[in-house]
């Protein structure tokens, strides 16, 4: 069983370089930071969280984005694009149709290269530096190689990324092409691209940056420290509850990491966490059915499938420090089919907020949890939307109303206009599947 309790007076080991290390949260086993490469514990393979010898309280944060936070991260500065202040959006149609005291959501979508991977690739890249690493890697459904890409040309490293063939979002493979990444397309699915990648790392050839690497994850957990400072600064109180889509847990683990060094830093009541709360797509839900079971890790599913493709993982590599995070924040996971995520999607396009499928998980989950009374009227929620509307155009133009033809001419435009205008309804979606 993993240990995750932070201890009360931290002390750095030898090993620890400026007051970080990386402690292995099975076995307690330290290891230097940046004396060498490894992911994973080299006593008993375990995963590795990185520990300082001080956690900040929130008036030690100055500045802004991601390295607003730094007294919190292992430097100073990173490689920037820049990245964070999200918008904490609320939402009030659908905070009355879901019935909730406050809806809010943070949409990561936001970041420069449209997704929350950028928080991590900010600190992952700046530690490759490091390192002194020449060829960053890794596996994805899509956006992590996105951000690797652009973060790795902006670094001047070369970038390698794994994508399982045929199920990539078209604008995520866009931006990896373009920023110059190497793209290989396995016959596999994410979770084959990652054991292969790990492996490649193992060897020697490039340097990992999934979010098994420690490191990304203290960049990501930023993305907690910015939702419980705006939302204290509009409500005067925490959220109750951060629901959040899951794929392979990194987020789940590092907003856990965030509100465990709130607390040790004295400035958030263990009564005042908020409850983590994690969606899978009902076709990749080895997280829930561990929540359900009560299971220590996750089973394996080796078929998997969703319209979100982001979150199409089947064996999520951070369960081990993320499941203890459901658990003892009091949250839950939950699964949702791709009609209900596709239904969110509209909803909270509706209220002027694009994103990709994965995203609208969040809200698709919390709908779900509110119907069956899980989620009561009188909570604070905020709802992480996790990649912009344009990762994934095919969805967005499948779930929007299908676009009209007319003839050239004013006087077409205005026959048609009062002709047939069911554009939005059931009428033009059917003509936009007869074209
Ligand atoms: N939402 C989006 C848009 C994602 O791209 C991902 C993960 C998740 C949610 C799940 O986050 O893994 O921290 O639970 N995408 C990875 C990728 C796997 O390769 O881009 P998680």
Known sequence: ???????????????????????CIECGHEHPPFDGIIYTCESCGGLLEARYDRYPGFDEFDGNG????????????????????????????LESEIGVRNLRIKHEGMNPTGSFKDRGMTVGVRVAEELDVDRLACASTGNTSAA????????GLQTLVLLPAGKV??????????????ILEVDGNFDACLDIVQD????????????????????????GLEILEAFYDDHGRFPDRIVLPVGNAGNTAALYKCFREMVASGDLAPGDVPKLTGVQAEGAAPMVEAIEEGLEDTRRWEDVET????????????????????RETGGTAVAVSDEEITDAQRAIAGEGVGVEPASAASVAGLRKLRESGEIGSGEDVVCLTTGHLLKDPDAAAEAGSAPEPVENSTESVLAHLAGETASTGLLGRLAGLLR
């Open 200 to 223: 490649l790392a193992d060897r020697g050839e490039a340097y990992l940056l999934n979010s098994l690497n420690p490191f990304r994850l203290e960049g990501q957990k930023t993305i």
């Open 169 to 182: 979002a078209a604008g995520k493979i866009a931006q990896a092409s373009l920023h110059g990444a190497r």
């Open 307 to 326: 319209i979100a493709t982001a979150i199409r993982i089947g064996n999520p590599v951070n369960a081990p420090k993320a499941l203890p995070g459901v």
């Open 148 to 155: 690797l890409s652009a973060y790795g040309a902006r670094a």
């Open 66 to 93: 991601v390295w607003r936070y730094n007294a919190a991260l292992p430097f100073e500065e990173g490689v920037t694009l820049p990245e964070g202040d999200t918008p904490l959006h609320r939402m009030p149609r």
């Open 1 to 23: 069983m993993a240990d995750l309790a932070l201890p009360d007076n931290p002390e750095a080991p030898d090993v620890a370089a400026n007051g970080v290390w990386l402690h």
